[in-house]
């Protein structure tokens, strides 16, 4: 803390820049689901958060944002809504989802914006061993629905 917010300055946050959409590549673009404001405040969030946050609590956050893009992709595939070729294929990736799966357009999805936030998702635990937020959130989105002490 410098000498100066200690006497009560404020400290102002960097504004959110939007994203960057790099080009429109095969696949659902989750910035055509979501809307441009939507995904700029998803890659502020992941560019703020991911240098210093827990995997498990990331993790629940990216497959919040997925679920949210699922549930707007729902609605503007039943209406011819812009953005709508784009929900069809996040709604078609998102059936046959699997958690033990490392391929298929989600996890490409998840890169992507992991890419346009400027962070990166990949993780080396203690022992050397890697891992990826993107795949804990493919898990954590995959099971939403569970809750074992039922």
């Known amino acids: 803390m410098t000498p100066k917010m200690a006497r009560g300055a404020v400290r102002r946050e960097p504004k959110a820049?939007?994203?960057r959409v790099v080009s429109q590549e095969a696949g659902p673009l989750l910035v055509d689901v979501v809307g441009p404001e939507t995904y700029a405040t998803w890659v502020a969030?992941?560019?703020?958060?991911?240098?210093?946050g827990r995997t498990h609590r990331l993790a629940v956050v990216v497959a919040g944002m997925l679920h949210h893009a699922v549930n707007v992709a729902m609605?503007?595939?039943?209406?011819?809504?812009?953005?709508?070729?784009?929900?069809k294929?996040?709604?078609?990736?998102?059936?046959?989802?699997?958690?033990?799966?490392?391929?298929?357009e989600i996890p490409e999805v998840l890169e992507k914006l992991f890419r346009?936030?400027?962070?990166?998702?990949?993780?080396?635990?203690a022992r050397g061993d890697a891992y990826s937020i993107?795949?804990?959130a493919i898990a954590e989105f995959v099971g939403w629905e569970n809750m074992p002490w039922e």
Request: a negative charge; zero cysteines.
């Open 116 to 125: 346009d936030a400027g962070v990166s998702p990949d993780r080396v635990n």
């Open 17 to 19: 820049r939007p994203a």
């Open 134 to 136: 993107t795949d804990s």
């Open 89 to 104: 294929a996040l709604l078609a990736a998102t059936e046959d989802l699997d958690v033990s799966s490392e391929d298929g």
């Open 45 to 52: 969030m992941l560019r703020s958060l991911v240098p210093q």
């Open 75 to 87: 609605s503007r595939s039943r209406r011819r809504a812009p953005g709508a070729e784009s929900s």
